[in-house]
């Protein structure tokens, strides 16, 4: 049986691939990142339970989809930055190290 091995263009000469690899994470990260997910979730399903960015519904497609991304985009940012102030003051870091 003839076995053929591909290389990946990111591996190295001996084989080993620069990335690391996803067993390397602290199962801490992958909690928080689980945790920040669904915040951001639960707030876009409140902006649209609230109707955020409805008022182009009339209008062209394009109009109303551009719209909606932008201000959900921006409304995500927004909390985003927010959480990590917060995470910041939470370990006692002021609000400008927090930001970094």
């Known amino acids: 049986m003839m076995q053929t091995r591909f290389r990946c263009p990111l591996m190295t ?16 990260k992958k909690r928080f990142a689980i945790i920040n997910a669904w915040l951001l979730a639960k707030v876009m399903a409140t902006a ?6 409805d008022n ?5 497609l394009i109009y109303p989809v551009v719209f909606k991304s932008v201000v959900f985009a921006a409304l995500l940012v927004s909390f985003y930055l927010l ?9 006692g870091k002021l609000q400008r190290a927090s930001q970094r």
């Open 13 to 28: 000469q001996s084989g080993d691939s620069p990335l690391p690899r996803p067993d390397h994470a602290s199962s801490s």
């Open 48 to 53: 649209e339970i609230f109707h955020v960015a």
């Open 56 to 60: 182009l519904k009339h209008e062209p």
């Open 83 to 91: 959480e990590e102030v917060l995470v910041g003051l939470w370990h």
